[in-house]
């Protein structure tokens, strides 16, 4: 039986050393304490932006200031929970938190109200005559475009105090998945018991090369999942029902259009991402199926097949350190600026890498704004593990960057652009071990790895995308979102995409429960925008060498001084375009065929 450790039974250096945030729990709630008491020094410019414009700037730098603040006490609380979501004091400290994020939003929400009450014309004045209001010129503009769907100012400050209250869905779903939900032991064709998670098998036993164990966890997971079926889907349909009730009351013409808006991207940016690459990738993904199905000599592959290892004799284990040091060696080409960077954070335990009761699923990096980014993976010596920590350092080095370049208020570009310097670092991590590897063994590994990462934001998330273009249009036409009715659909998208090469059972109609994205707006299309980017930059740096990577640096440091297209266009990438979707298509269809061949041979 493989048991998981506590979390105090975890080698400290396998942990991230929190103490450059707060250096204990005690020191977290005096600054918890001394924000809220702080609330009220935004409270003095109410009324006053008339005044002119030295006092709007007076209070944007005061707002800009709580919220910096703000950000390292909730960053905190929040990577203590997920370190461990079974600790009683986390939970307490994200409470807490989310409790001051309502109390602040509902003490700063008259400052976007009361500039946009101010007379047609004067924050335009401002803006020209105020130099110190430059800075905030990206967040005034955005204000003046939601202007059509602004409510009075008494509805806003309401619907800010609700914050707590609106953002339950994602709450009850993350807490019920870390601390209720439990999955059956379960053994492989030898006898072998082994016990399982929600970390354990996205991490392990979904792409284990012994059938056995790969198909009875995946009964196991899917019966785990099964039990809390009606609960997930009654959490999901609050979501959109949410979000359906806020697109109305803000006249915008749909749900899309509200949840799109915060993106800054034109719809047929979306529309096209969604639509091109399901129709022309899934022909190659069949064939990647039928190519794994024979492989791997099975009768009919299962959903829980898909992520099988093609080659399983070879599975080079790759230690931590090992896997850093390759990381480091592919990165050589972004520049010293870069790579030290990226050393550092694996050297200073800015990592949390062990796997423990309580901690929290998948990988991410958090970057809070004057301090360092953190980042979060479960490391069991795979290739694929190596694949995800250069993903989430290309996160840390861009905030890394743009933390040093720009202001707290300018440092996050939107969604659409966040994924694509995560998976630059992929793409140049597979470059770097192709391009020195003749092994033919080998490049077939790395092959598989780089599928895996167009598997992962082409196909897994881009599904999400459709589950929820469809499920918005039957929230909007009145129709009631039901377990059975995400169920029935899911498995369709899924039957659609893969034709008659996988088998798609019960578990995989109920995938839709294992992502947090459906709570985070129109989150999983934006993985595809960033894998189309960053796979056209890759070939750029290529192709151009070091006129590529400082074209792209630049756009790193820009942070979000500019909307996603804009950065994209900077680095050389014009998505206005459908050519660069194709062409990343394309690039899959290469590697299919590569590995066909190879695997002929």
Same mark, same amino acid.
């Given at each position: 039986?493989?048991?998981?450790?506590?979390?105090?039974?975890?080698?400290?250096?396998?942990?991230?050393?929190?103490?450059?945030?707060?250096?204990?729990?005690?020191?977290?709630? @005096?600054?918890?304490?001394?924000?809220?008491?702080?609330?009220?020094?935004?409270?003095?410019?109410?009324?006053?932006?008339?005044?002119?414009?030295?006092?709007?700037?007076?209070?944007?730098?005061?707002?800009?200031?709580?919220?910096?603040?703000?950000?390292?006490?909730?960053?905190?609380?929040?990577?203590?929970?997920?370190?461990?979501?079974?600790?009683?004091?986390?939970?307490?400290?994200?409470?807490?938190?989310?409790?001051?994020?309502?109390?602040?939003?509902?003490?700063?929400?008259?400052?976007?109200?009361?500039?946009?009450?101010?007379?047609?014309?004067?924050?335009?004045?401002?803006?020209?005559?105020?130099?110190?209001?430059?800075?905030?010129?990206?967040?005034?503009?955005?204000?003046?475009?939601?202007?059509?769907?602004? +409510?009075?100012?008494?509805?806003?400050?309401?619907?800010?105090? *609700?914050?707590?209250?609106?953002?339950?869905?994602?709450?009850?779903?993350?807490?019920?998945?870390?601390?209720?939900?439990?999955?059956?032991?379960?053994?492989?064709?030898?006898?072998?018991?082994?016990?399982?998670?929600?970390?354990?098998?996205?991490?392990?036993?979904?792409?284990?090369?012994?059938?056995?164990?790969?198909?009875?966890?995946?009964?196991?997971?899917?019966?785990?999942?099964?039990?809390?079926?009606?609960?997930?889907?009654?959490?999901?349909?609050?979501? &959109?029902?949410?979000?359906?009730?806020? @697109?109305?009351?803000?006249?915008?013409?749909?749900?899309?259009?509200?949840?799109?808006?915060?993106?800054?991207?034109?719809?047929?940016?979306?529309?096209?991402?969604?639509?091109? /690459?399901? @129709?022309?990738?899934?022909?190659? =993904?069949?064939? $990647?199926?039928?190519?794994?199905?024979?492989?791997?000599?099975?009768?009919?592959?299962?959903?829980?097949?898909?992520?099988?290892? *093609?080659?399983?004799?070879?599975?080079?284990?790759?230690?931590?350190?090992?896997? #850093?040091?390759?990381?480091?060696?592919?990165?050589?080409?972004?520049?010293?600026?870069?790579?030290?960077?990226?050393?550092?954070?694996?050297?200073?335990?800015?990592?949390?890498?062990?796997?423990?009761?309580?901690?929290?699923?998948?990988?991410? #990096?958090?970057?809070?704004?004057?301090?360092?980014?953190?980042?979060?993976?479960?490391?069991?010596?795979?290739?694929?593990?190596?694949?995800?920590?250069?993903?989430?350092?290309?996160?840390?080095?861009?905030?890394?960057?743009?933390?040093?370049?720009?202001?707290?208020?300018?440092?996050?570009?939107?969604?659409?652009? &966040?994924?694509?310097?995560?998976?630059?670092?992929?793409?140049?991590?597979?470059?770097?071990?192709?391009?020195?590897?003749?092994?033919?063994?080998?490049?077939?590994?790395?092959?598989?790895?780089?599928?895996?990462?167009?598997?992962?934001?082409?196909?897994?998330?881009? *599904?999400?995308?459709?589950?929820?273009?469809?499920? $918005?249009?039957?929230?909007?036409?009145?129709?009631?979102?039901?377990?059975?009715? +995400?169920?029935?659909?899911?498995?369709?998208?899924?039957?659609?995409?893969?034709?008659?090469?996988?088998?798609?059972?019960?578990?995989?109609?109920?995938?839709?429960?294992?992502?947090?994205?459906?709570?985070?707006?129109?989150?999983?299309?934006?993985?595809?925008?960033?894998?189309?980017?960053?796979?056209? =930059?890759?070939?750029? /740096?290529?192709?151009?060498?070091?006129?590529?990577?400082?074209?792209?640096?630049?756009?790193?440091?820009?942070?979000?001084? =500019?909307?996603?297209?804009?950065?994209?266009?900077?680095?050389?990438?014009?998505?206005?375009?459908?050519?660069? /979707?194709?062409?990343?298509?394309?690039?899959?269809?290469?590697?299919?065929?590569?590995?066909?061949?190879?695997?002929?041979?």
């Amino acid at each position: 039986m493989h048991n998981r450790l506590s979390r105090a039974e975890v080698p400290t250096e396998q942990t991230w050393n929190l103490d450059d945030l707060f250096v204990s729990h005690a020191d977290w709630q @005096a600054e918890l304490g001394a924000v809220n008491a702080a609330r009220d020094s935004v409270s003095q410019y109410q009324g006053r932006f008339s005044e002119g414009a030295a006092q709007l700037l007076a209070c944007l730098n005061a707002v800009e200031a709580l919220q910096k603040r703000f950000v390292r006490v909730s960053t905190f609380a929040y990577l203590r929970n997920a370190q461990d979501g079974t600790n009683p004091e986390s939970q307490s400290a994200m409470a807490q938190v989310a409790a001051l994020e309502a109390r602040l939003s509902a003490n700063i929400a008259f400052v976007d109200s009361e500039i946009l009450q101010l007379a047609d014309g004067v924050l335009e004045q401002y803006l020209a005559t105020e130099p110190g209001l430059a800075v905030h010129k990206m967040r005034l503009q955005d204000l003046l475009d939601l202007k059509p769907h602004r +409510l009075g100012a008494d509805t806003e400050r309401v619907l800010a105090s *609700l914050g707590e209250v609106l953002n339950a869905p994602y709450m009850v779903y993350g807490r019920s998945k870390s601390n209720d939900i439990q999955f059956a032991p379960f053994n492989d064709a030898a006898g072998n018991t082994y016990a399982n998670s929600i970390n354990g098998f996205e991490s392990n036993f979904e792409s284990h090369s012994d059938t056995s164990v790969r198909r009875n966890a995946w009964q196991s997971f899917s019966a785990g999942l099964k039990a809390y079926n009606h609960t997930y889907a009654a959490t999901f349909a609050t979501e &959109v029902n949410k979000n359906v009730v806020m @697109a109305r009351l803000r006249n915008y013409a749909s749900t899309e259009d509200y949840l799109l808006q915060p993106h800054k991207i034109p719809r047929p940016v979306y529309t096209n991402i969604v639509q091109i /690459i399901q @129709a022309e990738l899934a022909p190659h =993904m069949q064939r $990647y199926a039928r190519l794994r199905r024979r492989v791997l000599g099975l009768d009919k592959l299962l959903y829980c097949d898909i992520k099988a290892p *093609l080659d399983p004799e070879f599975n080079p284990r790759i230690s931590y350190d090992d896997g #850093c040091a390759l990381i480091l060696d592919s990165l050589k080409v972004m520049g010293p600026e870069y790579c030290d960077f990226a050393r550092k954070t694996m050297e200073q335990r800015w990592v949390d890498r062990s796997d423990n009761i309580g901690k929290s699923s998948g990988a991410f #990096c958090a970057s809070p704004y004057g301090v360092h980014p953190y980042i979060l993976i479960t490391w069991s010596d795979t290739m694929r593990n190596v694949f995800t920590l250069a993903h989430e350092l290309g996160h840390g080095g861009h905030f890394g960057l743009a933390m040093q370049h720009q202001r707290y208020v300018n440092t996050r570009p939107t969604m659409p652009f &966040v994924e694509a310097p995560s998976i630059m670092n992929e793409m140049l991590l597979a470059q770097h071990i192709l391009g020195k590897s003749s092994d033919p063994r080998m490049r077939r590994s790395v092959i598989m790895q780089v599928l895996g990462t167009f598997h992962h934001n082409f196909v897994t998330h881009l *599904l999400e995308a459709e589950l929820q273009r469809q499920i $918005y249009a039957m929230a909007e036409s009145g129709q009631s979102i039901t377990a059975a009715a +995400l169920n029935q659909r899911k498995g369709d998208i899924l039957a659609a995409f893969w034709g008659d090469t996988v088998e798609i059972d019960d578990g995989a109609r109920m995938t839709w429960m294992r992502q947090p994205h459906y709570y985070m707006g129109l989150y999983p299309y934006t993985y595809s925008v960033g894998l189309v980017a960053s796979t056209a =930059m890759a070939n750029r /740096i290529q192709d151009e060498g070091q006129p590529a990577v400082q074209r792209w640096l630049d756009v790193l440091k820009a942070g979000g001084t =500019m909307k996603p297209l804009e950065l994209m266009q900077a680095a050389g990438i014009d998505m206005s375009t459908p050519a660069p /979707i194709h062409g990343a298509v394309a690039y899959v269809g290469q590697l299919v065929e590569e590995l066909e061949r190879a695997f002929a041979e």
